[in-house]
């Protein structure tokens, strides 16, 4: 069976991230009320597994070794219905 998850992975809140420091600078002086902005990126995929735990158990280490990078980056993941 077929199961989609979308995964969520952006740099980690203690890393200095200075694309999002440059975009909210410039956000706020074009006076938007932001107070902080993150980058990030999100990947949909799709597994074929027997169950949906099977399958988050999968995404969850596709997520781990492949998408991020743990020394800099975070990710969550997020079943699609």
Same mark, same amino acid.
């Given at each position: 069976?077929?199961? #989609?998850? =979308? @995964?969520?992975?952006? &740099?980690?809140?203690?890393?200095?991230?200075?694309?999002? @420091?440059? /975009?909210?600078?410039s =956000?706020?002086?074009l !006076?938007?009320?932001? &107070?902080? $902005?993150?980058?990030?990126k &999100?990947?949909?995929?799709? /597994?074929?597994?027997? !169950?949906?735990?099977?399958?988050?158990? =999968?995404?969850?280490? /596709?997520?781990?070794?492949?998408? !991020? #990078?743990?020394?800099?980056? @975070?990710?969550? =993941?997020?079943? $699609?219905?």
């Amino acid at each position: 069976m077929r199961y #989609n998850f =979308l @995964v969520k992975v952006k &740099i980690a809140p203690r890393i200095y991230d200075p694309q999002a @420091v440059t /975009i909210e600078k410039s =956000l706020k002086k074009l !006076s938007y009320p932001v &107070i902080e $902005v993150r980058m990030g990126k &999100i990947f949909e995929i799709g /597994i074929d597994a027997l !169950s949906e735990e099977k399958a988050r158990l =999968l995404a969850q280490e /596709i997520a781990a070794k492949v998408l !991020s #990078n743990p020394v800099f980056e @975070v990710y969550e =993941l997020e079943p $699609v219905k």
